[in-house]
Nanobody, 117 residues
């Protein structure tokens, strides 16, 4: 089993920055990628960014390109969010995808990010 724990959410003003972190524990040896997703009230969960664990390649949703950066350090995954907008308000989830899988099978509990305009 894999456990994912997010932290770093909070209430900020438009234009501010936040850094989310995700700590993974358990059976992570087969990790292929880490991803960040978000879900705003009344909306479906959407992809934000991902990082290929071996190799470091990254992908971003168009809505966050140039403002958000996904990274890894000391086994943790981070999402640096700059120039936050009110529309970035959502619960942010960290997820892990195993090698050989097409889906993210492991999810954290989520951390709330609220951006006031």
């Amino acid at each position: 089993q894999v456990q994912l724990v997010e932290s770093g959410g909070g209430l900020v003003q438009a234009g501010d920055s936040l850094r989310l972190s995700c700590a993974a524990s358990g059976r992570t040896f087969s990790r292929y990628a880490m991803g960040w997703f978000r879900q705003a009230p009344g909306k479906e969960r959407e992809f934000v960014a991902n990082l290929i664990w071996l190799g470091g390649g990254t992908n971003y949703a168009d809505s966050v390109k140039g403002r958000f950066t996904i990274s890894r350090e000391n086994g943790k995954t981070y999402l640096q969010m700059n120039s936050l907008k009110a529309e970035d308000t959502a619960v942010y989830y960290c997820a892990m995808r195993d090698r050989g899988r097409n889906e993210y099978d492991y999810w954290g509990q989520g951390t709330q990010v609220t951006v006031s305009s």
